[in-house]
T-cell receptor, first 114, second 111 residues
Framework: GAGVSQSPSNKVTEKGKDVELRCDPI?????LYWYRQSLGQGLEFLIY????????KSGLPSDRFSAERTGGSVSTLTIQRTQQEDSAVYLC????????????FGPGTRLTVL | GENVEQHPSTLSVQEGDSAVIKCTYS??????FPWYKQELGKRPQLIID?????GEKKDQRIAVTLNKTAKHFSLHITETQPEDSAVYFC??????????FGTGTRLKVLA
């Protein structure tokens, strides 16, 4: 079946603008994760959604970052008033039930803030 | 807080030799330990995983060992090939909701 998809694949924006990044998880997966990966670096956890439970937002770096997941499926990560240090690849992953299941990653969105 | 340390950060081996990457974790409640391979410009992909009730797992040239007492786990790649060149990440479950990833190991297999 289809894997995790993300859009756009690339986004170039000017400092101070807002951006929205989209993630479509694998159908039937109840858990969804967002990570940030700066160039040559590891995976920084941002936020986790599990079913209809309140999301774990503990990894969001500032209040400019927010995310929602509508209908337990598609998720949107919003970055307001973007800064140059927000430039990174934003990866989404989904798993069947939770963190003890395999996470399947999307191709990522490469965000460049000029 | 929870932490996963990964060593080495870079590793170069001759084709055909073995490669070992080691990780330690801090949360004694961690019960699932996946390893991901990320090729340049690609998404991370699971290559092997192990759960806390098992000490070792093998899949062809790849094996993972887990020592729960010492809180460390290792990835072993035998008979390395150029296509094994990539960045490898370990991870451990942390709390109820998430993984913590290691900082990655860049493996270069020299032909």
């Amino acid at each position: 079946g289809a894997g995790v998809s993300q859009s756009p694949s690339n986004k170039v924006t000017e400092k101070g603008k807002d951006v929205e990044l989209r993630c479509d998880p694998i159908s039937g997966h109840t858990a969804l994760y967002w990570y940030r990966q700066s160039l040559g670096q590891g995976l920084e956890f941002l936020i986790y959604f599990q079913g209809n439970s309140a999301p774990d937002k503990s990894g969001l770096p500032s209040d400019r970052f927010s995310a929602e997941r509508t209908g337990g499926s598609v998720s949107t990560l919003t970055i307001q008033r973007t800064q140059q240090e927000d430039s990174a690849v934003y990866l989404c992953a989904s798993s069947l039930f939770g963190p003890s299941d395999t996470q399947y990653f999307g191709p990522g969105t490469r965000l460049t803030v000029l | 807080g929870e932490n996963v340390e990964q060593h080495p950060s870079t590793l170069s081996v001759q084709e055909g030799d073995s490669a070992v990457i080691k990780c330690t974790y801090s949360d004694s409640a961690s019960n699932y330990f996946p390893w991901y391979k990320q090729e340049l410009g690609k998404r991370p992909q699971l290559i092997i995983d192990i759960r806390s009730n098992v000490g070792e797992k093998k899949d062809q040239r790849i094996a993972v060992t887990l020592n729960k007492t010492a809180k460390h786990f290792s990835l072993h790649i035998t008979e390395t090939q150029p296509e094994d060149s990539a960045v490898y990440f370990c991870a451990a479950t942390a709390g109820t909701y998430k993984y913590i990833f290691g900082t990655g190991t860049r493996l270069k297999v020299l032909a």
